[in-house]
């Protein structure tokens, strides 16, 4: 299986500052056949199921506020929140689904 | 729009199976992949297994030999069963679609179903 592996655990940010989370994986995800990163970005608060912001990398899911970003290939990504807003306090996972479907460990968002 | 309703918590004894169902609505049911996925009390998400518009499905092999993901199409209707329950069986299952067919990421989802696994 491909181990999906995100850095921090944990971070807090001022409002206003930008977060950045990376998300790694043990094997490529890119797919030949689209040349297309087969990763995706969820934001989970509380008692909710996950929220949908980025898929195939870097493209922002319908609705999705442009200051959620994502960038990278192959084996490295990266999220990006800019200008924080208190409503992005969240648990943040990324997923591959290029070989089966497997989460990273998740990295949780809070207000400095 | 696209709503996935699941069905009530259920709580089960060690060895029991259990049924969650996932009532689809506001798109074709069979044009897409559908997925399980699970959240033990706060830790991550597991993916669980698949199944795709031909009716054809995928397991994590954890679970392999124990879970079986079906529907029926004249309900609209997603199910998983697990057998064998385990304490650690205990979470919240998420049934999901994904955002377009041949993408594997889940655009919507369910409201989540929690199982507890208690003697």
């Known amino acids: 299986d491909i181990v999906m592996t995100q850095s921090p655990d944990s971070l807090a940010v001022s409002l206003g500052e930008r977060a950045t989370i990376k998300c790694k994986s043990s094997q490529s995800v890119l797919y030949r056949s689209n040349n297309k990163n087969g990763l995706a970005w969820y934001q989970q608060k509380p008692g909710q199921p996950p929220k949908l912001l980025i898929y195939w990398a870097s493209t922002r899911e319908s609705g999705v506020p442009d200051r959620f970003s994502g960038s990278g290939s192959e084996t490295d990504f990266t999220l990006t929140i800019s200008n924080l807003q208190p409503e992005d306090v969240a648990v943040y996972y990324c997923?591959?689904?290029?070989?089966?479907?497997?989460f990273g460990q998740g990295t949780r968002l809070e207000i400095k | 729009q696209v709503q996935l309703v699941q069905s009530g918590a259920e709580v089960k004894k060690p060895g029991a199976s259990v049924k969650v169902s996932c009532k689809t609505s506001?798109?074709?049911?069979?044009?897409?992949?559908m997925h399980w996925v699970r959240q033990a009390p706060g830790q991550g998400l597991e993916w669980m297994g698949r199944l795709n518009p031909d009716g054809d499905t995928r397991y994590a092999q954890k679970f392999q030999g124990r879970v079986a993901v079906t529907r029926d199409t004249s309900t609209d209707t997603l199910y998983m069963e697990l057998s064998g329950l385990r304490y650690d069986d205990t979470a919240v299952y998420y049934c999901?679609?994904?955002?377009?067919?041949?993408?594997?990421?889940?655009?919507?989802w369910g409201q989540g179903t929690l199982v507890t696994v208690s003697s």
């Open positions: 997923q591959q689904h290029h070989t089966s479907y497997t």
């Open positions: 506001g798109y074709t049911f069979t044009t897409y992949y």
């Open positions: 999901a679609r994904e955002v377009s067919t041949g993408c594997g990421s889940y655009a919507y």
